[in-house]
């Protein structure tokens, strides 16, 4: 089983930023896919971006331009830094990890985005 622990999420005002982290307690070696999901209240949970192992990218069309996720092989971590928020971005975030020992979520945490 695979450790996930997220952190970053919060209240913050529109155009504001946050940044989360995720962190994986499993050899970076055996991770494939790193990614952001998100939920919303009476939505299904959606893609937000995902990066492989070689570092290749995919985002939501939503987030395109204002979001972006990075790794840390050595820290086994996840990061996505989201910038210019707006209020439909409030959401659960959870971070999703590929592993050789399957699919993984972490707990999730909250972003809000208002004034």
């Known amino acids: 089983q695979v450790q996930l622990v997220e952190s970053g999420g919060g209240l913050v005002q529109p155009g504001g930023s946050l940044r989360l982290s995720c962190a994986a307690s499993?050899?970076?070696?055996?991770?494939?896919?790193m990614g952001w999901y998100r939920q919303a209240p009476g939505k299904q949970r959606e893609l937000v971006a995902a990066i492989t192992s070689g570092g290749s990218t995919n985002y939501a069309d939503s987030v395109k331009g204002r979001f972006t996720i990075s790794r840390d092989n050595a820290k086994k971590t996840v990061y996505l830094q989201m910038n210019s928020l707006k209020p439909e971005d409030t959401a659960v975030y959870y971070c999703?990890?590929?592993?050789?020992?399957?699919?993984?979520w972490g707990q999730g945490t909250q972003v809000t985005v208002s004034s």
């Open positions: 499993i050899s970076a070696f055996s991770i494939y896919s």
């Open positions: 999703r990890v590929i592993t050789t020992l399957g699919i993984s």
